[in-house]
T-cell receptor, first 113, second 113 residues
Framework: EDQVTQSPEALRLQEGESSSLNCSYT??????LFWYRQDPGKGPEFLFT???AGEEKEKERLKATLTKKESFLHITAPKPEDSATYLC??????????????FGSGTRLQVQP | DVKVTQSSRYLVKRTGEKVFLECVQD?????MFWYRQDPGLGLRLIYF???????EKGDIPEGYSVSREKKERFSLILESASTNQTSMYLC????????????FGSGTQLSVL
């Protein structure tokens, strides 16, 4: 059974204070690891897909990295508008028939001005 | 712009009522999903469909059923609502077998009293 654990549950940063969110996963053959952003009252919005260890993706102040056991979402010099819940999800090779992702419970990020 | 629309933002129902949650996507996507989101538990898959009139159980299908009569519409049915079905319900769609990107609706917050 695929499992995804995210830490910390909540993180409060000052504007400009860089940090990282962690996503640890267990999957029988990784097809892809996904990061989503969810604003209050809205559905999750896609950020990145990572496929293999060593891969990195960047978007504005966000950079996602992947190892064989975990992924990090690095936030550089965050701004208040980066405040959101960040969700990590995996799809295992055995899941492709299911076509569904297994999600973690998310990290709630608050960036204070 | 791509869109997944859920019919209601908030719903309040009584125990034992039959509840219909509707979801429509305008992207001609093959795959559609219903997740529920609860604090600390993340998103959990209820049902999914990869074609018209096709449906597959997810991780927590008990107490739910679904209908997909047209490609763009996927309905979640609570046959007899119970208080433990109070939750945020999220509909999503994606294209293809290896759904690279899920598109989510804004969610329906259901309260069962």
């Amino acid at each position: 059974e695929d499992q995804v654990t995210q830490s910390p549950e909540a993180l409060r940063l000052q504007e400009g204070e860089s940090s990282s969110l962690n996503c640890s996963y267990t999957v029988s053959g990784l097809r892809g690891l996904f990061w989503y952003r969810q604003d209050p009252g809205k559905g999750p919005e896609f950020l990145f897909t990572l496929y293999s260890a060593g891969e990195e993706k960047e978007k504005e102040r966000l950079k996602a990295t992947l190892t064989k056991k975990e992924s990090f979402l690095h936030i550089t010099a965050p701004k208040p508008e980066d405040s959101a819940t960040y969700l990590c999800a995996v799809q295992g090779i055995m899941d492709t028939g299911r076509r569904a992702l297994t999600f973690g419970s998310g990290t709630r990020l608050q960036v204070q001005p | 712009d791509v869109k997944v629309t859920q019919s209601s933002r908030y719903l309040v129902k009584r125990t034992g009522e039959k509840v219909f949650l509707e979801c429509v996507q305008d992207m001609d996507h093959e795959n559609m999903f219903w997740y529920r989101q609860d604090p600390g538990l993340g998103l959990r898959l209820i049902y999914f469909s990869y074609d018209v009139k096709m449906k597959e159980k997810g991780d927590i299908p008990e107490g739910y059923s679904v209908s997909r009569e047209k490609k763009e519409r996927f309905s979640l049915i609570l046959e007899s609502a119970s208080t433990n079905q109070t939750s945020m319900y999220l509909c999503a769609s994606s294209l293809g077998l290896f759904n690279e990107k899920l598109f989510f609706g804004s969610g329906t917050q259901l309260s069962v009293l």
